[in-house]
């Protein structure tokens, strides 16, 4: 499962993007960020814009440049998107910190 795919759709002129991976949905957001982050927690290498762009992930500046031809029905949200895949940072330990079962005990101050 070293492929994903990414289809805009737009609901309630709301712009939404589904990322999915052999035949299974993985994510849905409206968020560039948070779909760059998936991909690249799950390790995902191929990626596939609305079946019309296929890039190798992290993606670099001439990725960028060479969607920039390509007529997407969501133009901007798909140059984010390969933006968004090329700004990967480390991978936190935990994935989804916001999802811990107790909170983290706050610092004192100094």
Same mark, same amino acid.
């Given at each position: ?10 609901? @309630? +002129?709301?712009?939404?993007?589904? /990322? ?5 949905? =993985? #994510?849905?957001?409206?968020?560039? *960020? ?15 814009? @609305? +079946?019309?762009?296929?890039?190798? /992930? ?5 990725? =960028? #440049?060479?969607?920039?031809?390509? *007529? ?16 990967? +940072? ?18 004192? *101050?100094?």
């Amino acid at each position: 499962m070293q492929t994903a795919e990414v289809v805009f759709s737009r609901r @309630d +002129g709301v712009l939404h993007m589904t /990322l999915s991976a052999g035949g299974n949905v =993985l #994510a849905e957001s409206s968020s560039q *960020e948070s779909i760059a982050r998936e991909l690249q927690i799950r390790g995902l290498r191929l990626l596939i814009i @609305d +079946g019309l762009f296929t890039t190798e /992930l992290p993606t670099r500046e001439k990725t =960028l #440049a060479q969607a920039m031809d390509v *007529e997407f029905p969501e133009k901007m949200a798909a140059l984010k998107l390969i933006a968004a895949c090329a700004a990967w +940072g480390e991978v936190v330990a935990f994935p989804f910190p916001e999802r811990r079962s107790r909170p983290r005990t706050p610092v004192p *101050e100094q």
